[in-house]
């Protein structure tokens, strides 16, 4: 019997199966598409989308090829370049420098919005011509869609105040017509920027479009600008207890009862709206200062869940998360847990101790999310600090963790400075805008510290080298060589700040945790100046 080689075999077999696809495409189209769709379906085309361009040599080819070769809908797309966003922050710059590139207009352009709403960005932003952009891409009768809603929650949140009208007009998107998230958004900034008359005028005209929860909102912006009395921490509470949420729940069961326990005697929980409760938090500083007396104001925001992590609320991912945040690095773990130690020992010796409050609450809950907020979330961090911090809560004045915005005005730092010898700013902001913004100089100490790692990248920022949770010990060493009584601090350094202030008061000094207030005062100080 002779035997065919092996080659003709394999190449017979070929051609037919071939000639089969070739009837299944040209009689069967039907299945073929079906078969197409059913693959699709059984893949994770988000995650394909997503490991080419974690893994490409070049982002910016790769997402190019699947923006214009692939089929693949431009929705899935976008959904990959959001992953990536989020967990591959290399990636990401490397796609947000060479965004010209990007040969589909649209995703370029949902790529420099999402990088200018990101916290962290810096970039300065010519609005107008983003806006013109956009209007040459998008027709001026088509609905917004993912661009359209994300160019129009930009505006709204980081525009010059005075364009935002303007601006939204351009893209179709009068405020009448935005998302309530963006419409409280928009009040939120007139509030900030004291437009009474403008927030006045937009929260009318908006009203009778806001959800329960929605008027919640704006009813605490609404107490920011107007005065309101001491009877407005109670309602604002009331209401937030009354909506249909889990935080809701949680607040009540879980963190209500802790502060109704607190004595009316040190609950200053209410200060915001309370002018004697602000006067009498300024004497108990001011008469230490005239005593000589110790003294610690120390302030816990969502951010010192670092020092409470208890693993329900905040795990040890969510450690490592404030760390990346703060130091751009992940400490090791002996390291994380002596500066842990510290801060816990900081929080027990202080005296007047500001913790998460209500109104905390209420500006930071999702408007349409009513169930358990995830671990690590913001919610979930605050929770966890207003948790894990009442059992310090005993002996201390407790006061709201922002309550430094709303004591430390220009006329009490004045008065801080005619009552102390000598005033010592620990800060990561730089000693020339310190300097300049001193009501007393002859009295200035300044001590600067290496800085957050955002707050290195702009123009207040101290560029003194090296880490802090690194270098800590160092300046213990020269606060306790400035410390003593008379003396006070004022300390603007992040969570390892708090120690600095624990420090500074064991040495008989009124040591005073103000925070991003030092920050914005510099900010006015290095613009005006």
């Not at 959001?82 to 591959?88: A, M, N």
């Not at 609950?267 to 108990?284: C, G, H, M, P, W």
């Amino acid at each position: 019997m002779k035997f065919l080689p092996m080659n003709f075999i394999k190449g017979t077999l070929t051609k037919i199966k071939l000639a089969i696809l070739s009837g299944i495409f040209q009689y069967f189209p039907g299945l073929v598409q079906a078969i197409v769709t059913r693959y699709l379906a059984s893949v994770d085309q988000v995650g394909i989308i997503y490991h080419a361009l974690s893994h490409s040599r070049d982002p910016v080819i790769t997402l190019n090829f699947f923006s214009n070769h692939s089929g693949y809908p431009w929705t899935t797309i976008w959904a990959a370049v959001k992953k990536v966003s989020r967990d591959e922050k290399t990636v990401w710059r490397d796609l947000f420098r060479a965004r010209a590139l990007l040969l589909d207009i649209e995703l370029r352009l949902c790529i420099e919005v999402t990088e200018y709403l990101s916290v962290e960005s810096g970039e300065i932003i010519d609005f107008s011509a983003l806006v013109n952009e956009y209007s040459g891409v998008v027709s001026p009768s088509a609905k917004p869609g993912t661009l359209g809603g994300m160019l129009a929650t930009l505006l709204v949140a980081r525009a010059p105040i005075e364009d935002v009208v303007r601006l939204l007009d351009q893209i179709g998107a009068a405020p009448s017509s935005l998302t309530e998230f963006q419409q409280i958004k928009f009040l939120t900034r007139l509030e900030q920027q004291g437009e009474r008359d403008k927030f006045q005028f937009w929260q009318d005209r908006l009203a009778s479009s806001f959800s329960k929860a929605g008027r919640l909102k704006v009813a605490l912006l609404n107490a920011g600008l107007f005065e309101v009395g001491a009877s407005r921490f109670p309602q604002l509470e009331k209401e937030f207890l009354s909506l249909p949420f889990r935080a809701s729940e949680k607040y009540r069961d879980e963190v209500n009862p802790v502060y109704s326990r607190i004595p009316n005697s040190m609950n200053f929980l209410a200060a915001r709206f309370d002018a004697e409760q602000k006067r009498k938090l300024r004497s108990l500083v001011i008469n230490a200062i005239e005593e000589g007396d110790r003294l610690s104001y120390l302030r816990l925001g969502d951010g010192e869940c670092y020092g409470f992590a208890d693993q329900a609320n905040v795990d040890e991912f969510g450690e490592v998360r404030q760390e990346e945040h703060w130091w751009g690095e992940q400490l090791d773990v002996p390291l994380r847990h002596e500066l842990q130690a510290r801060f816990r020992e900081s929080v027990a010796e202080s005296t007047i101790l500001g913790v998460p409050t209500v109104l905390r609450l209420i500006r930071d809950f999702n408007l349409s999310y009513r169930g358990d907020y995830p671990v690590n979330s913001l919610m979930a961090r605050i929770f966890c600090v207003m948790k894990e911090s009442a059992s310090y809560y005993d002996e201390k004045f407790i006061v709201e963790d922002q309550s430094n915005l709303y004591l430390f005005d220009q006329s009490f730092i004045e008065m801080i400075f005619n009552a102390a010898e000598k005033v010592c700013v620990v800060s990561g902001v730089k000693a020339d805008l310190i300097e300049r913004w001193a009501p007393d100089r002859t009295k200035l100490q300044c001590i600067e510290v290496p800085t957050h790692r955002l707050l290195r990248e702009g123009n207040v920022g101290s560029t003194t080298p090296g880490i802090l949770p690194h270098v800590y010990k160092r300046y213990l060493e020269s606060i306790r060589a400035h410390a003593g009584p008379n003396v006070v601090f004022l300390v603007s350094a992040g969570f390892i700040g708090k120690i600095f202030v624990a420090e500074a008061a064991r040495q008989g000094s009124v040591a005073l945790d103000v925070g991003q207030t030092l920050v914005s005062v510099a900010e006015k100080t290095r613009v005006s100046g």
